[in-house]
């Protein structure tokens, strides 16, 4: 039960939207004409990652050059699946690792348009199993946790079902997207844009924010070419950050070196997403996290049903809106003293 906890606590901080924390938006304006054409982005990409010139070799110029290019690849990649892709469906894989042992996790997420998404995450680690429903219908997210130990399984209740630790979370994306309209906050910017975005797009938002990414090389997936970004934190994202519940001495602890976004060339599509971490006892990097989806399907519609949720009438939910309300009061502040 132990390990199970504070792999989920870990992957949350690693940003990993399964396990941990998405962040979902609330009403999005409509930015089709803000998209660039991602074949001249993906053009200058190819021509940087064909160059022969060494990572050390590469000026500050070249180099603040491909970071630039790497940035705007993943926010291309971030408007394209919110406002120029239908509804999907895709398997989830995920791998937790720690420097001695591995643990496999599966899932679902649903994805259609309106900020509407649904993620479906199961794990047994040792003889405890986790279960993680985050569902938005574009105007409230519920994030829900389940975790069920053996003693659980075997405890009697007066229905003779098996006790289950369960959190359920509410975040109300229309207080957020009201407060945003009224202090004039700009919904694509990366800050506040993670605080309100769901899904792939939500993941997309907070490594934009707090991350720096360059192309390192192309590779194959599933016959699929694919642009590999690396990204390292940006020079004023402390290491003692942590933005969200988490403890700070864990967040140091969990915090990736490292983290690589696997980018479909044809559409933009993120396919695969490794944390890195170096490791304490030899020479280079252990995947802390790896998530890759698989099976990746288009699809004509979706039940809107499968995108709403309600607590069960015995369990009291924790509003957690006033968290996000917050830092985007936080970060419209941080806007107004650079503006003075």
Known sequence: ????????LTAGIAGIAAIGLFVWLSQAGDLK???????????????????????????????????????????????????????????????????TQSFRATGKYWQAPQSKSRLLVEMEIDKASGRILQVSNGQVIWSVREITSEADRTAKTDSDKPPQRLQIERIDLQRL???TKVTGADETESRVAREMQSGLAGLLSSLEARMDFRAVKQVSI????????????????????????????VFQQARPDLVRLFIRESDLFPMRYLCLKQHPDRSGYYAQLAMELTE?????????????????????????????????????????????
């Open 222 to 249: 599933n016959q699929q070419s694919c642009i590999v970004l690396e990204g390292e934190w940006k020079a004023d994202i402390s290491e003692n950050e942590s933005e969200y519940e988490f403890a700070v001495k």
């Open 33 to 99: 004409q803000s998209v660039k054409n991602p074949q001249e982005l993906l053009g200058k990409m190819k021509s940087v990652l064909s160059g022969k010139s060494s990572e050390e070799e590469l000026d500050p110029a070249q180099l603040a050059e491909k970071i630039r290019e790497g940035n705007s690849l993943i926010r291309q990649s971030r408007l394209l699946l919110l406002h120029n892709m239908g509804p999907i469906s895709a398997e989830v894989l995920q791998i937790i690792q720690t420097p």
């Open 296 to 340: 990746i399907t288009p699809l004509p519609n979706l039940d809107p049903s499968m995108f709403n949720y309600r607590p069960p009438d015995e369990q009291v939910p924790n509003d957690i809106t006033h968290e996000y309300l917050s830092r985007l009061e936080k970060y419209g502040k941080a806007s107004d003293a650079v503006i003075k």
């Open 1 to 8: 039960m132990k390990i199970l906890r504070r792999l989920t």
């Open 177 to 179: 997207s009201d407060f």
